[in-house]
């Protein structure tokens, strides 16, 4: 079990380092921003949406190791999804993310988000994990936008 924690470790500690779809987003029309004061993680996440399928996505923002792993996880786990999916996605995550200690964390078809399953032994970055996703899902909520072009 220690050696699966461990490529877990390593796998956030790479996503941290070098988090996926890194920036802002060209062409992009949606945008959210998102703040956990607790821990003092911000992030924007750009989308870009068309008929109700994350074409793309991008995210920035400066916070700790887990909300920027956590973030560039769910990036790659969205894109090319449909809102439908993307829900079912983020309700098995939080799911994952707050299940009782006791219990099996997660299931096979969160794949890669998995390695975010140790964070409910630290209810204080439970919080840090979620982030993206609710600033996800308020951007996907949000009004178009004008791409900006810087
Ligand atoms: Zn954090």
């Known amino acids: 079990m220690s050696d699966l924690s461990d490529l877990y470790q390593e796998l956030i500690l790479d996503h941290n380092k ?4 890194w920036g802002t987003l060209e ?11 607790l821990c003092g993680d911000r992030l924007t996440v750009f989308l870009k ?3 109700d399928r994350i074409e793309d996505i991008r995210f920035e923002g400066s916070g700790c190791a887990i909300s920027k792993a956590s973030a560039s996880l769910m990036t790659e786990a969205v894109k090319g999804r449909t ?3 993307v829900n079912g996605i983020f309700q098995r995550f939080q799911a994952m993310i707050t299940s009782p200690l006791d ?6 078809s969160l794949g890669k988000l998995m390695v975010l399953g140790g964070v409910r032994e630290f209810p204080v970055r439970i919080k840090c994990a979620s982030l993206p996703w ?3 899902k308020a951007a996907i909520a949000a009004s178009p936008t004008v791409a900006v072009t810087e």
């Open 27 to 37: 062409g992009g029309n949606r945008e959210a921003k998102g703040h956990n004061p």
């Open 18 to 21: 070098r988090p996926r779809n």
């Open 49 to 51: 949406l068309a008929d």
């Open 83 to 85: 809102i439908s999916e």
């Open 103 to 108: 219990q099996p964390s997660g299931d096979a």
């Open 134 to 136: 609710h600033t996800l």
